[in-house]
């Protein structure tokens, strides 16, 4: 992709596409519960990632957090940058240490997120046993990343879940071959306490350091190295937010 192109997505009819989520998160709780995800979870708006006092609302640990960014030719320089050195991921198994998606569905970069916020880390404890999301994780793992998305392009109840999700926003929704030029990032922290960044766009997961047995996802350490880096490159760009996945609050 050339680094002046700053929509994130496959062109348009060449892959299955979804109509753009946006980041509500009453709408993405919705969705995850309607796929499998106990009640006991919720996603959050997430008001500041500097202010301690805004940071208190959300339950800790936070499980995953999800960043809204917008896709500009900086970001793009630096993403092929990094990426270019690196093979294509080809890990699959019970033994991988992450479940990585790779993105093919144009638009749906707000879905992978919240796919990879449920399939890693304390979340996966989460779903609920023989739901979608429980069958859709599980047949996922044994396979290769094109054999993955090629699952999520043909499992009907996601695309279901999604559709009625993304058409219920507060905002009018883009058409879903629109170019649309905000992307949806996910940080999760493992067992190991490896803090992952999970992008469906990139060559495959990113390890950005290791966590301390106290921290999440919302911690200092875990800002600095995730949501922090992208708000130093874009400068004054302020089109951001975030969600977090944690406790319910209901």
Known sequence: MATTQTHPDPPPGASPAFI??????ELMTSLLR???????LQVHDVYSISDPELLAFIPRP???????????AVYESQRMAEDAPLPEYAAKGPA?????????????????????????????????????LDKLIKDAIPLAPAER???LERTSSLATAHQEAA?????AAPDAQD?????YVCFVKTEDGTL???????????????????????????????????????GADMRFSCVALAGSLE
């Open 62 to 72: 936070a499980l995953a957090l999800l960043l809204v960014f917008p896709v500009s």
């Open 96 to 132: 991988e240490p992450v479940v990585w998606f790779k993105q093919t569905i144009r638009n749906a970069c707000g879905l992978m997120g919240l796919l990879h916020a449920v399939s890693n880390g304390p979340a996966r404890g989460y779903v609920e046993s023989g739901s979608d």
């Open 196 to 234: 992952w960044e999970l992008d469906g766009r990139r060559k495959g997961p990113i390890a950005r350091g290791k966590l301390e047995e106290s921290e999440d996802v919302l911690s200092e350490s875990a800002l600095l190295w995730g949501p922090l880096k992208f708000l130093e490159r874009e």
């Open 149 to 151: 998305s090629k699952l």
């Open 20 to 25: 753009p989520l946006e980041a509500n998160p």
């Open 179 to 183: 170019d649309v030029d905000l992307h």
């Open 167 to 171: 058409s219920q926003g507060d905002t």
């Open 34 to 40: 309607k796929l499998g995800l106990s009640a006991a």
